[in-house]
């Protein structure tokens, strides 16, 4: 049973003129497909093209990040629904939710900056129940804020997760008890993540998924170095050790549940 990184950013590798280094890598590393995850305009396309010369292999989906977010938001955010319009449309909606770690120290800015990203998560929210999609959540510093957004918007919450979840056992709580999930990242291997291995065994393997974020966050035994999709491989392996069971049965775990998140 093969691996899928569900949530990875190809277009670095693509701007480095790595992409087909990057997915042989992610294939010999028992990779079975991966979904790169779309943040603005700037790489929908991009995403769209990749995804439709790897059918079955690479998928995308489109959204616009919290961090991209501007006084622009509502131009770029009337564009998605061109994507699904297509032949070969985004898996999911995302990544979008609300970031407070980026915000400008100003804080007359950043009031404006955070206002601007509530806004255009609302919006993705009602694009996404229009759609009928699947979410992915960006939440850096506002879980509240986002649970609370998602609850209002009435958006069905088994099609959400909150990927690169780094928060508690508390946190995870309120996603299981409204349906949702958290997707985790190689920050599970670190050290100093015990908080986020307890939320992790807290929802239970049986709704594990897993991710790179790639280029970022980087598992160990290679953190300090860009991350790439092969390297779910390391995340996975040490999930297995975690929950206590052999590679293969985590494998198949958290692909099985990949696949029915993402309708792959």
Known sequence: MGLI???????????????????????AAGLEAMVTIGTSSEDWSSYRDIATAHPGYVYYTAGLHPCSVDAN??????RLP?????????????ECGLDRFHLPKDSAKADELF?????AFAAQLTLTKSL????????????????????????DWSRVVFHCFVEGTDEMTELIKRGGCGSFTGVITYKNAETVRQAAKLQGLDR???ETDAPYLTPVPHRGKP??????RHTAEFCAE????????????TTRNAKVFYGL
Not at 142 to 154: N, Q, R
Request: glycine content about 6%.
């Open 5 to 27: 990184d569900t949530h990875t950013h190809l277009e670095s590798f693509a701007e480095q003129g790595e992409l087909d280094a990057t997915l042989v890598r992610a294939r």
């Open 73 to 78: 938001w509502a131009d770029e955010i009337a």
């Open 82 to 94: 061109v994507y699904w319009a297509g032949e070969v449309k985004p898996v999911a909606l995302g």
């Open 115 to 119: 206002a601007q990203q509530s806004a």
């Open 132 to 155: 009928n999609c699947p979410l992915v959540v960006h939440s850096r510093g506002a879980f509240a804020e986002c649970v609370a957004m998602i609850d209002a918007s009435d958006v």
């Open 208 to 210: 594990l998924i897993v």
């Open 227 to 232: 991350n790439e999709p092969a390297y779910v």
């Open 242 to 253: 975690l929950f206590g069971v052999e590679y293969d049965k985590l494998a198949e775990v």
